[in-house]
């Protein structure tokens, strides 16, 4: 896609019921693009995500699983998208642990089928050079880092867990149809998302619920553990930003710019929380430290030099800012994350490794 070209797409987006997804929905349609949402509809998909535009003209929603190859090439004949953006993938690392098949089948199984899928599209349309394939990663494929240093774009890979495993070799598959192919295509590794509607089984979230309920707030191991946090509005618009712009065959690291400790990132929330809901004691006070992850990476940074000189885009929410923001939407909202509570997992331990 041309640098000027300011067109509306028809973007296909996979697993646009999740939290990152209906983010790039939200935006994308207020963009003025045609967006087609691929959803299987699996136990952390959420409609009510993407409420605000279900009713838009420009919003199409297809409750396909990406495994299903028939469905697929049925959903591209039928919607002709300009370009892909693939977020559909079991994230949830606790998960990955006590049941790695499904995150096997559905990130490297579903992603093999997605890409032989926009394969059989794209060169059955005589293989337009405008035509994008953008595969969304994590920086978790690269492994651990030690108190020094960032992840580039050339770090090796170095997976640690069933999941960020099958996100590698994902990202392994999509660079080799692009070689292969000629397919065009886009990788992007972000680093750890938070915001609204993000699903109450990942950290922030479980921070929040667990002290506006009075419970304790688990932390693994001693808290020592350091992630770069962005913003998923953030983090939508660079994804965006690198469909429309990026250079095809290239991968660009996402970050926030804003490394911390998890305990560090914990404590500001019930900072958070003790300015706009206070309890008889301050929310710190209920932090208790638990058995740590099986394999659990001690740090993840980003170098986002390639993004930054190549596409000129940076992240915008500081992490007090985007705390804030996100405490004040789930206060807001109990009606959503409530419903989402019963779902199967939720609200306790996963990830002992047996």
């Known amino acids: 896609m041309n640098a000027g070209d300011k067109r509306p797409l028809r973007i296909l987006v996979t697993g646009g019921y999740g939290f990152i997804g209906s983010a790039v929905v939200r935006l994308a349609v207020a963009r003025g693009h045609q967006v087609v ?14 409420a605000s535009v279900a009713q838009n003209i420009g919003y199409r929603v297809e409750h396909v699983d990406i495994r299903d190859r028939p469905a697929l090439d049925h959903v591209f004949d039928r919607h002709a998208p300009d370009a892909v953006l693939h977020l559909a993938a079991e994230s949830h690392v606790d998960r990955s642990i006590d049941g790695p098949a499904a995150f096997v089948t559905t990130n490297v199984l579903g992603t093999f089928c997605l890409l032989e899928a926009a394969r059989r599209y794209w060169e059955g349309r005589g293989r337009p050079e405008t035509f994008r394939f953008h595969h969304v990663s994590t920086d978790e494929v690269y492994g651990s880092l030690g108190p020094e240093g960032e992840f580039t774009e050339a770090t090796p890979y170095a997976p640690r867990s069933p999941y960020s495993a099958s996100k590698a070799a994902a990202d392994h598959l999509v660079r080799a149809w692009s070689q292969t192919y000629a397919l065009p295509t886009l990788v992007t590794n972000c680093s750890n998302n938070y915001g609204p509607f993000q699903f109450p089984e990942k950290l922030v979230p479980v921070v929040i619920l667990n002290a506006l309920a ?52 914990v404590r500001m929330i ?48 500081p992490l007090a800012q985007g705390l804030a923001r996100t405490v004040d939407w789930y206060l807001g909202n109990e009606a959503w994350w409530r419903a989402l509570q019963e779902r199967e997992g939720v609200g306790r331990r996963l990830g002992l490794g047996g």
């Open 37 to 50: 949402n691929v959803d299987a509809e699996t136990y952390a998909a959420c409609p009510a995500n993407v």
């Open 214 to 265: 009075g419970l304790p707030i688990p932390v693994y191991g001693t808290g020592e553990n350091i992630r770069d946090w962005l913003y998923v509005e953030d983090h939508a618009e660079a994804l965006l930003h690198v469909l429309e712009h990026g250079v095809v065959g290239r991968s660009y690291n996402i970050g926030g710019d804003s490394c911390v400790r998890n305990i560090d990132l």
């Open 270 to 317: 019930c900072a958070e929380l003790d300015m706009r809901r206070p309890g008889a004691q301050p929310h710190a006070q209920a932090i208790r430290f638990v058995g740590d992850r099986p394999g659990h990476d001690l740090r993840y940074a980003v170098d986002q030099t390639r993004i930054r000189s190549e596409l000129g885009w940076r992240p915008s929410v």
